[in-house]
T-cell receptor
């Protein structure tokens, strides 16, 4: 079974802090994704990566950056956290772009910015 | 641009009732996939099904069935004889074929909260 692991289930940080959310997958998937989930808005794509050191903006990249130095790890960075970034963050990975393989999700990180 | 609409925000049923979750999508692409995911209270999204745009055959898996109709751009999900364990948020999603840099990104609907009461 594919395993996508997010480093924290719950995280509380303060406004202005630099926040790192880590995600690791163990199935050698090419693609990795970061979403945020908010009530009534579904899941919105922040950034994704289709290869090591490659990244593409999603629908709501403002205020975020990402890093993918190794194939299995994809980090989401909040450069200067703000209260409107309080949300559930979900990481996902998928095998193959051309065949539109299903994405597999981690358990999510519920981030609160005070 | 792609769009997925799940008009039902919340549905509440009694155990053993059948329930249908609606999903309507918009895309100009001719090659695409549709997905359903389940998100139980634990938070992890669980993949349920993937259908491609060239296969309109309905699918049944146990108590779950899916009705894909290109004519109405719909991909509805029916749970037969619902159980309390079916209580979750269900998401419909769309992905279009594209170059590697498109990353097989998903466009999600807003989700439908299904509550099955004993």
């Amino acid at each position: 079974d594919v395993k996508v692991t997010q480093s924290s289930r719950y995280l509380v940080k303060r406004t202005g802090e630099k926040v790192f959310l880590e995600c690791v997958q163990d199935m050698d998937h090419e693609n990795m994704f970061w979403y945020r989930q908010d009530p009534g808005l579904g899941l919105r794509l922040i950034y994704f990566s289709y290869d090591v050191k490659m990244k593409e903006k999603g629908d709501i990249p403002e205020g975020y950056s990402v890093s993918r130095e190794k194939k299995e790890r994809f980090s989401l960075i909040l450069e200067s956290a703000s209260t409107n970034q309080t949300s559930m963050y979900l990481c996902a990975s998928s095998k193959d772009t051309l065949r539109l393989s299903p994405q597999h999700f981690g358990d999510g990180t519920r981030l609160s910015i005070l | 641009a792609q769009k997925v609409t799940q008009a039902q925000t919340e549905i509440s049923v009694v155990e053993k009732e059948d329930v249908t979750l609606d999903c309507v999508y918009e895309t100009r692409d001719t090659t695409y996939y549709l997905f359903w995911y389940k998100q139980p209270p634990s938070g992890e999204l669980v993949f349920l099904i993937r259908r491609n745009s060239f296969d309109e055959q309905n699918e049944i898996s146990g108590r779950y069935s899916w009705n894909f109709q290109k004519s109405t751009s719909s991909f509805n999900f029916t749970i037969t004889a619902s159980q309390v364990v079916d209580s979750a948020v269900y998401f419909c999603a769309l992905s279009v074929w594209g170059p590697k840099t498109s990353g097989s990104r998903l466009t999600f609907g807003e989700g439908t909260q299904l509550t099955v009461n004993p």
